[in-house]
């Protein structure tokens, strides 16, 4: 499920390269109504209102605490539903969205077009006006289990945001010289890694085994001997690739396995310091952010013991880059504030 829908994700974000005050009353509030709406309006649904306002409260919650300038992405979502497309938070909107009015819980102005994108995606691509946009369905849509699994995956999104706003990313990815000729930027999807070559696949194993054994300890000595295990592991996979597949390996660690990791540091700080909004937690499937984490975490743990290259595609390597990303945060505490600064592989973090 996750697989595909990163997947899909992929698959539009590269595609997309090719492209480059009114109060609500407290009634309308409740049935997910703008103030400013013309009653004939199209307008989101209540339980949809309640889980993006849920989604920006967290996200002002977290603020620059997980990722420096956090705040300073943009957060365009556009919601599909099976009839339509809200566009929400989005600075520059094109002519063919219709203002639905203000929403003074969601503190944006809402827009609405009829549905272009199929109902289960899951994407952040520039999708509207060349901003990075968070393409998303409802939960159902999505094989999102909860409400809660929805909200925390859109700030996985917004990290995307985050990535691909910095100044000099797309340079900075072509400076890989992985395209070999490609301009769509589908490459990223189809790159020709050596996932059948029986070597790989047996380094590319050690390194998460002991990612996976690094993470289960608890004392700073036994820490240090598995994360030197880790390194060696790492540096023994290095060794079998030829240098295109290394810098391949380590950019999907770097991106998606971060993204992986931000989803979880996402719960895991809701859980300890953020309280639900009482709308979002009468949701009938809510969950709590706790459960969430646990989660994640079983996930990724579930991932590199899984985590097996004979499937053939590149979504073994996010589960190790969460995984290495996690390590980095015991290893090397500074490391996000030098994420954007360094080559796109989590080994220039390095202490």
């Given at each position: 499920?996750?697989?595909?829908?990163?997947?899909?994700?992929?698959?539009?974000?590269?595609?997309?390269?090719?492209?480059?005050?009114?109060?609500?009353?407290?009634?309308?509030?409740?049935?997910?109504?703008?103030?400013?709406?013309?009653?004939?309006?199209?307008?989101?649904?209540?339980?949809?209102?309640?889980?993006?306002?849920?989604?920006?409260?967290?996200?002002?919650?977290?603020?620059?605490?997980?990722?420096?300038?956090?705040?300073?992405?943009?957060?365009?979502?556009?919601?599909?539903?099976?009839?339509r497309e809200f566009l929400l938070r989005h600075p520059r909107p094109s002519p063919d969205f219709t203002s639905v009015g203000y929403d003074s819980v969601l503190k944006t102005d809402v827009l609405v077009r009829p549905r272009q994108f199929p109902p289960n995606l899951l994407a952040t691509f520039p999708a509207v006006g060349?901003?990075?946009?968070?393409?998303?369905?409802?939960?159902?849509?999505?094989?999102?289990?909860?409400?809660?699994?929805?909200?925390?995956?859109?700030?996985?999104?917004?990290?995307?945001?985050?990535?691909?706003?910095?100044?000099?990313?797309?340079?900075?990815?072509?400076?890989?010289?992985?395209?070999?000729?490609?301009?769509?930027?589908?490459?990223?999807?189809?790159?020709?890694?050596?996932?059948?070559?029986?070597?790989?696949?047996?380094?590319?194993?050690?390194?998460?085994?002991?990612?996976?054994?690094?993470?289960?300890?608890?004392?700073?000595?036994?820490?240090?001997?598995?994360?030197?295990?880790?390194?060696?592991?790492?540096?023994?996979?290095?060794?079998?690739?030829?240098?295109?597949?290394?810098?391949?390996?380590?950019?999907?660690?770097?991106?998606?396995?971060?993204?992986?990791?931000?989803?979880?540091?996402?719960?895991?700080?809701?859980?300890?310091?953020?309280?639900?909004?009482?709308?979002?937690?009468?949701?009938?499937?809510?969950?709590?952010?706790?459960?969430?984490?646990?989660?994640?975490?079983?996930?990724?743990?579930?991932?590199?013991?899984?985590?097996?290259?004979?499937?053939?595609?590149?979504?073994?390597?996010?589960?190790?880059?969460?995984?290495?990303?996690?390590?980095?945060?015991?290893?090397?505490?500074?490391?996000?504030s030098h994420y954007f600064d360094r080559a796109m592989t989590l080994d220039a973090l390095l202490p």
């Amino acid at each position: 499920m996750r697989a595909t829908l990163a997947l899909a994700a992929t698959v539009v974000l590269l595609s997309s390269r090719v492209l480059q005050a009114q109060d609500t009353h407290t009634a309308a509030s409740s049935h997910g109504v703008a103030a400013s709406a013309p009653a004939s309006q199209p307008q989101l649904a209540p339980d949809d209102r309640t889980r993006i306002a849920e989604a920006f409260k967290l996200a002002d919650a977290v603020g620059d605490q997980i990722w420096p300038a956090w705040t300073s992405a943009p957060f365009a979502i556009l919601l599909v539903t099976p009839e339509r497309e809200f566009l929400l938070r989005h600075p520059r909107p094109s002519p063919d969205f219709t203002s639905v009015g203000y929403d003074s819980v969601l503190k944006t102005d809402v827009l609405v077009r009829p549905r272009q994108f199929p109902p289960n995606l899951l994407a952040t691509f520039p999708a509207v006006g060349g901003v990075p946009t968070i393409v998303v369905g409802q939960p159902a849509a999505t094989e999102r289990k909860s409400s809660t699994e929805w909200v925390v995956t859109l700030l996985h999104e917004h990290f995307h945001q985050l990535q691909t706003s910095r100044p000099g990313y797309f340079a900075r990815v072509d400076s890989l010289g992985l395209a070999r000729g490609d301009r769509t930027g589908m490459w990223m999807l189809n790159y020709a890694f050596p996932y059948d070559s029986a070597r790989v696949r047996a380094r590319f194993a050690a390194l998460t085994q002991r990612l996976d054994s690094a993470l289960a300890t608890s004392t700073d000595d036994a820490r240090g001997a598995r994360w030197a295990a880790v390194r060696s592991a790492r540096g023994a996979l290095h060794d079998a690739l030829a240098p295109d597949d290394d810098r391949y390996l380590a950019f999907q660690m770097w991106q998606e396995g971060v993204a992986r990791y931000t989803e979880l540091a996402v719960a895991r700080f809701a859980a300890a310091h953020y309280t639900p909004t009482a709308a979002f937690a009468a949701l009938p499937d809510f969950v709590p952010y706790a459960t969430v984490a646990a989660r994640i975490d079983s996930s990724v743990r579930a991932g590199l013991r899984g985590s097996s290259l004979e499937r053939g595609n590149r979504v073994a390597f996010y589960p190790a880059g969460a995984a290495y990303a996690l390590m980095l945060d015991r290893v090397a505490p500074t490391w996000r504030s030098h994420y954007f600064d360094r080559a796109m592989t989590l080994d220039a973090l390095l202490p």
